[in-house]
Structure formats: structure tokens, C-alpha cells
């Protein structure tokens, strides 16, 4: 697949996520096999740029190309200049989110807010694509709620706009994360646009990801929660879309020593206090997704006071696991 000059090494793309796709995930997530991973989304808004966590959001250094920075913002001129001023900063692809339905995002009325004003939407599209010569991308809900799924429309506009590519996160605004995502609106838009579309939402299986490529004749696929403690997803995705086979279990000696890894780049891109405190929640899904009786080793896990004390519990841990077998299902 192609997005403007790039042309990405896989379909299977990693979803934006606040507090989870900082960089030494984005990293880890590309090694397996993540055609793209975007940023964690940034303010449009440069005068929240000065915090370290939005320094750190900013950081791509060592990150695979392209880099695809995720603005949020809901005034064109503000994220049009937002736009300029990432793409000065290394970004190669602009990816904008009106799919996110955070009330901290909305309460300014962006996100996934600003599908209820078409006008709008094609300003701000308007506006970035213009302010840039890297491709735009565009992230959105299937609508505003189930009685407004105005997804088709917007989609529309992004193509006419200029928006490289889509994609759609098969809920509305108002379902938040609630029910099941539907696929229906994004085959919709699929047959209605000639620009690439992901289609995205609860899929968390190789299985599931080929029956949505199927149904929705997307482009591609974009998963989110299902790499939380998993990045080797993106591997046994890869491997069933290409070769229609399921990968056999990674080594449980190979899993812990990218377990430890994931570990050393969290404490060393975050630095002692917050790495410890990022690191407990990588730790957790880890533990949930390997781990027989997760609790009590989550539970020491949580509770260590500093990265050398995790480090240590995290070794012992995961090499008891080890020993317990050769490979995980
Ligand atoms: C913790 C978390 C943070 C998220 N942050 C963002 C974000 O910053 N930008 C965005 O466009 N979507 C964000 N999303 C939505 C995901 O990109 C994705 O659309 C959603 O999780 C559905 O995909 P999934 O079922 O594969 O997880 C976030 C989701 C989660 C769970």
C-alpha cells in the first residue's frame, strides 16, 4: 500500500494511542511487522509544545520512516500551522484526528466532535493539506452518533480535500467504546472513495483482521487495543494476510527477552520516575495476556518503588515462565 511518496511494508498498521504509542512502542510494534504507527495525538495548540511530555510526544529519534506525527485540533489555522511546524520537526506524514472521543478532546470541540460540522471538516482539511507538501491522513468515526453516521460524507470531503488516506474507526462518537464496532459503514466508505482506507475497531485476531478486509474491501487494517501486551500481533497478522497461515507461538525465552527490552528503552526514553510508571501498565497487559495466574505477579510488579526493583521482579518473573515451558499459545 501507498500513502503518498511511502509505500509501507504492510497493510497492518498501528492504531494512535494516547499513553501507549509513545516511541519505544511505536519502535517495537514496527519491528514486528506495523506498516505505519503514528504519534501519540499532539495539540494543535503550540503553546501547550513547552511540557515534557509533549517534547517527549514529539520525539521520534531512531523511529522507521516515515514518521507520521497525529495533530488534534479543531481551528484550520492552528493546526494548519501545527502541521508546518511538525513536518520542520522531522514529521513525514500529518495524520489528523477527528476519531478520538475523549471529552478532553471534545470539550474543545475536536476529535471526533467535528464530523457534526461538515463545513468544518473540509476547512480544516482544507487548510492542512495546504499548509504542507507531506502527505495528510486523516483518522475519523463511522458519525456523530447512530442516527447521524455521517461517515460516508466526511470521507467524501477528505477525498476531495486531498487526504492521502483514511481511517475509520467502526463506532460513532457516541458509542465511545461501547457494543461492537460494525463494518457495514466502513465498506461503505470503502466503495464511495478511491483514496486508501484502514478499517479499524476490535480486531484482535489474524482471523478476524482477513474477514474485515474482506467484507469491507479496506485497504488495510489498523489495530489498537489488541497490541496492548502483544506486539508480535502485527508478525501473525502479516504472516495469515500474506501466506493465509497462522504463525507458530514466538519462544518463550525470545518473549521475554523483548519483554525486558520494551523495559530498558520505556526507562530510557522516560527516565526513572515516569518510566517505572509506564512501564507497570506494559507490564500488566504482559502479564494478562501471558501469564496463567496474572494477579499476585502483577501485583509485585505494580508495587515496585523504582525501575531497578521492577527491572528485577520483571527478570525473575518472566524467567520462572520460561522455565515453566517452551513456547506460548
Ligand atoms: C488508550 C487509548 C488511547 C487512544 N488514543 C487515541 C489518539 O490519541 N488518537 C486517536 O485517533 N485515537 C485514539 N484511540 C483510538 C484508537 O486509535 C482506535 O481507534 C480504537 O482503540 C479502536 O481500535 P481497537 O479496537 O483496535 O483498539 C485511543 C484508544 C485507546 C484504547
Redesign the pocket.
Same mark, same amino acid.
Given at each position: 500500500m501507498r500513502i503518498g511518496p511511502y509505500l509501507l511494508p504492510s497493510r497492518v498498521v498501528l &492504531?494512535?494511542? &494516547? *499513553?501507549?504509542t509513545d516511541r519505544p512502542f511505536r519502535i517495537l510494534c514496527r519491528n514486528f511487522g506495523a506498516g505505519l504507527a503514528a504519534s501519540?495525538?499532539i495539540s494543535a495548540d503550540a503553546r501547550l509544545w513547552s511540557t515534557t511530555k509533549s517534547r517527549q510526544r514529539r520525539d521520534h529519534a531512531g523511529e522507521p520512516e516515515p514518521r507520521v506525527v497525529?495533530l488534534a485540533g479543531s481551528d484550520p489555522h492552528t493546526l494548519a500551522a501545527a502541521a508546518r511546524a511538525n513536518v520542520a520537526l522531522g514529521a513525514q506524514i500529518i495524520d489528523l +484526528?477527528m %476519531?478520538?472521543p475523549a471529552k478532553k478532546v471534545c470539550g474543545k470541540a475536536c476529535g471526533s466532535a467535528l464530523l457534526t460540522d461538515e463545513p468544518l471538516v473540509a476547512r480544516i482539511l482544507h487548510a492542512v493539506v495546504n499548509a504542507v507538501d507531506v502527505p495528510v491522513t486523516l483518522?475519523i468515526r463511522t458519525g456523530w452518533d447512530r442516527a447521524h453516521k455521517n461517515g460516508v460524507n466526511v470521507a467524501r470531503i477528505a477525498e476531495e480535500q486531498g487526504i492521502a488516506a483514511l481511517a475509520v474507526?467502526g463506532r460513532t462518537r457516541a458509542d465511545f467504546y461501547q457494543g461492537a &464496532?460494525e463494518y457495514h459503514t466502513i465498506r461503505d466508505i470503502k466503495a464511495r472513495v478511491r483514496i486508501p482506507v484502514f478499517a +479499524? %475497531?476490535?480486531?484482535d485476531t489474524p482471523q478476524k483482521a482477513r474477514e474485515v478486509l474482506d467484507f469491507t474491501g479496506a485497504d488495510g487494517v489498523?489495530? *489498537?487495543?489488541?497490541s496492548h501486551g502483544a506486539p508480535w500481533i502485527f508478525r501473525a497478522v502479516n504472516l495469515h494476510l500474506r501466506e493465509g497461515i497462522l504463525a507458530p507461538p514466538l519462544l518463550r525465552a525470545d518473549v521475554r527477552d523483548i519483554i525486558l527490552a520494551h523495559l530498558d528503552s520505556l526507562y530510557v526514553f522516560y527516565g526513572e520516575e515516569t518510566g517505572v510508571r509506564i512501564a507497570r501498565k506494559h507490564l500488566g497487559w504482559y502479564c494478562e495476556q501471558l501469564l496463567e495466574s496474572p494477579a499476585p505477579i502483577r501485583r509485585e510488579l505494580m508495587g515496585a518503588p523504582n525501575t531497578a526493583v521492577q527491572f528485577a521482579h520483571a527478570v525473575k518473573h518472566f524467567e520462572q515462565w520460561v522455565g515453566a515451558a517452551d513456547a506460548f499459545g
Open positions: &492504531a494512535p494511542m &494516547a *499513553g501507549v501519540e495525538m497525529q +484526528n %476519531g478520538c483518522k474507526h &464496532a +479499524n %475497531g476490535d480486531i489498523m489495530l *489498537g487495543r489488541a
